[in-house]
């Protein structure tokens, strides 16, 4: 694959509130390294992708900058101020693209751990079909639960489940044509959790490529001794 066209936006700027500290999330450390070396490092070894823009937290870009240069890693070609949320730090990296792109991944700084072969299958598949994105099949049973309301003392109640074997986790990254993701964030889209969610309600369609389980998004503090474990896998994958 030609990855000279293919670029990934990484999304690094989160606050990391839910971790329950001040730090940037993506600085800190697991393993004795940022967040942010571990997620870079498996996009630099990924063929399919020529260019990284990096959305680091506003006041913090310098210093992305300088780990970047002493990590060595050379596909980041902008490093970028991220915005009050994901599509606004989206929108931001978007214009920091090179001309030369015309097919763009959008990935969560907080996956560090998306295999580099599941990048390219998603790359390979938004080709074909304009869009795509990394999922997990749903092994839970998933109930909607009901409006609640003004009262919100009451606990929510269940309205339907729903078929689970047609429920999919979203993961990162979600690719799109390069003048589709432009057209996708023209505007402020503050309530969007992802993007493809900004395709479904512009009518774009958009193709599944199964994920993995170890392609965890590192939200809470519970989450990283998982991440612990998946990196020490992976190690034993490297040697």
Known sequence: MDSSANALIVLAAGRGERMGGRRPKMLLRLEGKPLVYWALKNIENCPA???????????????????????????????????????????????????????????????????????????????????????????????????????????PRIEKTLPRERCWLAQTPQVFRKDLAMDMHRKPRRSATDDASIAESMGIPVEIVPGAADNIKITTPFDLPLARAVLAARRRQWR
């Open 49 to 155: 992708v020529g260019t990284v823009v990096l959305a680091a937290p506003p006041g913090h870009e310098a210093a992305f900058r300088r780990n970047v240069k002493a990590w060595g890693y050379k596909k980041v070609r902008a490093v970028v101020s991220g915005g009050k949320g994901r599509t606004d730090s989206t929108r931001n990296a978007l214009s920091a693209l090179p001309a030369e792109c015309r097919w763009v991944g959008i990935h969560d700084g907080a996956r560090p751990f998306t295999d580099p072969d599941l990048i390219r299958r998603c790359f390979q598949a938004a080709k074909k079909s304009g869009a795509a994105i990394l999922a997990s099949a749903c092994s839970d049973t998933l109930k909607l639960a009901a409006p609640r309301g003004r009262e919100r003392t009451r606990r």
